[in-house]
């Protein structure tokens, strides 16, 4: 016989009889499986300063995953690090060539947020418009992206086309699966990769 699913700790190993086959008593954490699952209710609205912190603290999380995948490429560079990015976070709310939303639940907690910057593409290339390049985009927990992440994308598009850009580009770690998974799903396809290796 056999059980599926995330177990925290064997229990106990139960014998019937000699000819029943060997089984094991399992302790599973459905409650905080079922808790991972569940989306609050959440609207999404522009980015304000109050916000801030809670877009440094997202983007730090992110940060320190990404440096694992890339150690040298995306090496934290500490708190001097995030209060850089918190004074950036302050100048782009207040720059027309960026877009920016965040995602709140009802207990006003940030689920996530999405920086766009509006800009032209090269000079030997001519897309139609503008370009809506995204990198800042990052959601509180995995299982949110297909929710929140969903309705950030969706919420940018509309000042961005207004703004007069056509197409969109998201910037995502090559490691990086359920948000790969995810922008494949909103019908965005890889354009470009980076290559990266230290010089010896």
Request: charged letters at 20%.
């Amino acid at each position: 016989e056999y059980t599926c699913g995330t177990f925290n700790q064997q229990i106990k190993e139960v014998s019937y009889d000699e000819h029943c086959p060997r089984r094991i008593i399992f302790e599973f954490d459905t409650q905080n499986s079922i808790h991972q699952n569940i989306v609050p209710q959440f609207v999404v609205r522009t980015s304000q300063l109050s916000d801030i912190d809670a877009m440094v603290s997202l983007s730090k999380a992110k940060r320190m995953l990404y440096e694992k995948a890339q150690p040298q490429f995306w090496r934290y560079a500490g708190e001097e690090g995030d209060n850089t990015q918190r004074q950036w976070f302050k100048q782009l709310l207040e720059d027309k060539n960026h877009v920016t939303f965040t995602a709140e639940s009802e207990t006003q907690e940030i689920l996530g947020f999405v920086i766009g910057k509006l800009m032209p593409a090269p000079e030997v290339y001519n897309p139609g418009g503008l370009t809506l390049m995204i990198d800042d985009f990052c959601v509180k927990s995995e299982n949110l992206w297909q929710s929140v992440g969903a309705r950030l994308i969706e919420a940018i598009k509309i000042p961005a086309k207004s703004k007069g850009a056509t197409q969109i580009l998201v910037v995502c770690g090559a490691h990086n699966y359920p948000k790969r998974k995810f922008l494949g799903e909103q019908n965005l396809s890889i354009a470009s990769e980076w290559f990266v290796g230290g010089i010896v």
